[in-house]
């Protein structure tokens, strides 16, 4: 009896398994929101939204914004690695802000245990001052050698704040640094003469160096942004520097399911490839440069190396 119990047991699971439609086949049937870790005006927040319709589109529901600032995104990121990995909160911020935040002290969460879903470019940061100012990177070197200099970053342990850190070091020179909330404050800032420079992913200055206000000195690349083709980049003057590259991309919850995974990382490539987004991309000088789950986890795993060898810098 007790075999033939087993038995009947068995074959309803396997009956159930193989008539039961793969787990997340039917995702999404209710709206997902989009977190951003920085407020309204920025990089971060104005890619989000201007991707969310074409996801939306693809993926057959609505994607609600939903911008949480604070700490530079630290809250965010401790709220986000206890959120139910059904797929229906996602993030999105310029990484690895948060593996920075990482080495500054102790958090919440471990961006390694986030699950990567896709990005949709690379960007390198740019040294950019008032147009009022120095002409060349040389002018400003000579003038930041003659005395300590004010600096925006996009917030403490913010991608920014670490290129910050790696330059003027390399370039043995100091800064006193003003943090902002997202790099919209901090361009801001500078156009209004608050600033002696700041230092921002090239796109969040685009506005303000087309309208004349500002101007890009230096960008830190080992490779020219094809937008910006008269800036120098550290090689030309003579400079050896590390970058860390940042991307701009999407992740989902700890142990989110993979059959969940494909669906977005599919909807999140055929949505940056939509004419919309392309026009959006152009207007903000984005070099897209599409990256798959895998890359963006390899991307994770091998910037922990990197930002170890700056930790005591982050300190500072």
């Not at 319709?53 to 700490?71: R, Y």
């Not at 506005?207 to 094809?226: H, V």
């Amino acid at each position: 009896m007790f075999k033939s119990a087993r038995i009947l047991v068995i074959v309803v699971a396997v009956c159930g398994f193989l008539w039961a439609p793969a787990f997340g086949a039917d995702f999404p049937t209710k709206p997902i929101k989009l977190i951003v870790t920085a407020g309204a005006g920025g990089g971060e927040d104005t890619e989000a939204r201007a991707l969310a319709p074409f996801l939306e589109k693809h993926l057959g529901t609505q994607i609600m914004i939903e911008n949480q600032t604070g700490a530079g995104g630290k809250i965010a990121f401790e709220k986000f690695q206890k959120v139910e990995p059904d797929g229906y909160t996602l993030i999105t911020y310029t990484f690895p802000k948060s593996v920075i935040m990482e080495f500054q002290g102790k958090t919440g969460y471990r961006t390694k245990d986030f699950t990567p879903i896709a990005a949709w470019s690379r960007s390198s940061q740019l040294l950019v001052v008032h147009a009022d100012a120095w002409k060349t990177f040389d002018e400003f070197l000579k003038a930041a050698k003659a005395k300590t200099l004010s600096g925006g970053l996009s917030g403490r342990g913010s991608t920014t704040h670490l290129m910050g850190l790696i330059a003027l070091d390399e370039l043995d020179i100091k800064a006193n640094w003003v943090p902002y909330e997202g790099a919209a404050g901090s361009v801001t800032a500078l156009a209004g003469k608050h600033l002696d420079f700041t230092i921002c992913l090239s796109t969040s200055a685009v506005s303000l160096i087309n309208a004349g206000k500002l101007r890009p000195l230096l960008l830190f690349s080992d490779k020219r942004d094809p937008y910006l083709p008269n800036v120098p980049i550290p090689k030309d003057l003579g400079f050896t520097m590390s970058f860390i590259p940042t991307l701009r991309g999407i992740e989902a919850p700890p142990n989110t399911p993979p059959a969940i995974v494909k669906i977005l990382e599919d909807a999140i490539g055929k949505a940056a490839k939509e004419q919309g987004f392309l026009d959006v991309a152009k207007k903000r000088q984005i070099v897209l440069q599409p990256v798959s789950s895998k890359e963006f986890g390899k991307a994770v795993a091998d910037v922990y190396t990197k930002i170890a060898k700056f930790q005591d810098m982050l300190k500072q």
